[in-house]
């Protein structure tokens, strides 16, 4: 008669063999088998096939289950040797992965990253360095946000005072430069500040006005800057459009931009004082642009991008929204910034009657007139959406022919609702084209068809696909 722990062992190394690695490895860690030594030889072997297996999921981007196959080896009794290789390298990948964060200016971010390597005991005494220069970094922003430039270089220096002597180029090279950049900040918020309250002095509401959006530019969470726009804006009121002025990457401060890759084409000089503007001649792509053609309802342009040029068509294109008029071939610019729409005049334009020089920003159910006599009516019609539509007054037409524009931001809703952004009163209900990431996706509550495959929910289209439910049917069709 064999013992029961050898018939245990050959129940381990079935499962070994059949590659049913875990439930191997919960029998030969039984206290059963622990004390003989050949359950110990193969639980070691299983523990070198975890380390390696381990290894490859860390790689893969799969790293909670290489943790866990990590810690299977070491209960397996895997060398420390093997263990401590496979730490060793995925705490130089995150640190080097936390180092680059840092580099581009993603303080939260990298302390993030780090707070994930402390989770998993990586990196010790070098990466809780690298999480105290994270947090001096990212309280270095917060003060910048809100004005206090002297206090946020003060928070830098303590940062670069903590980095290593083998620290990467590219984090010094990015502190060295984020430390020049807050120095001017410095002195363009102290002006701004003496400019400020000498307009508050004089209640030049319109001065108050054009400097406290600098100061915002500059120092977004600037407390006297905000509550000086606040009372501006409530003496002037906010019944007109009022004047924009564009902020460029909004999304970053001063001591954090870069060269943006894909920035708007420029005009051939800066806005002038006067507020005139001059043609664009740098020539651009249109951005994405899909018609949706929606049977018993009409054709739609919807326009993806954030910048939308409007003007005649041209051969070489450049033009989002084409319109059969007498206009230039760049004729305006509609910009989104956040929740707000900019239009910028590069040749003859009118808002609500009045003829605007400058970047202004529209409101809901603005007159928008180009040249002479091309009519636009701007509607956000749904409070809680960002998008826009442009409907199309005056009798001119597009090309290609549609019923109205939609300016898409994160989501278009086809409906009967009021609020739709696309009105198709037959309809019972709602169906949402959204973005997700850099997917187009659309949404329902009923079943529908996308080329023939049946979906319910949510599902993923194409620019070019043909969608039909048991009231609606529409096509999409990328341009």
Known sequence: MFPAWRFQLREARLAMADGRWDEAAEMLTSEKLREFLPAKRLSQELAGQFVVRARQRIENGNSQAGWKDLDRAARLG???????????????RRLEKA???????????????????????LGGTE?????????????SDLRARRGDAASALESLEHAQRLLPSDAPANV????????????????AIHRLDAELHVALG???WTEVLKTAESLLELAPQHSAARQARHRAWQVVG???????????????????RGVQANAPAGSTRQLARSGKVDT??????PGKRIVVWIDEVGAFLVCMSDEIVLGQPAAEGGVDVPILADLSRRHAIIRREREAYVLTPLHKTAVDGRVITEPTVLRDKSTITLGSGVEFRFRKPHALSATAV??????HRTEPAVDGIVLMSESCILGPQSHSHIRCRDWTGDLVLFRRNDELMCRTQQAIEIEGQTCTGQAAVSGNCRIEGEEFALSLEEL
């Open 78 to 92: 895997a060398g420390e040797t093997a263990v401590s290789d496979v730490r060793q390298g995925e705490t130089r």
């Open 99 to 121: 180092q680059n964060l840092l580099a581009q200016g993603d303080a939260a971010a990298a302390r993030q990253a780090l707070e994930r390597m402390e989770h998993r005991r």
């Open 127 to 139: 990466r809780r360095t690298w999480q105290m220069i994270a947090q001096h970094l990212e309280h």
């Open 172 to 187: 010094r090279q990015s502190f060295a430069s984020r430390s020049a950049k807050l120095q001017e900040a410095a002195a």
């Open 202 to 204: 004089a209640s030049n």
């Open 238 to 256: 906010m019944e007109v459009t009022l004047p924009y002025k564009p902020n460029g990457q909004a999304a970053k401060w001063p001591w954090q």
């Open 280 to 285: 664009v001649i740098n020539e651009r792509t």
């Open 390 to 395: 442009l409907e199309l007054v005056s009798r």
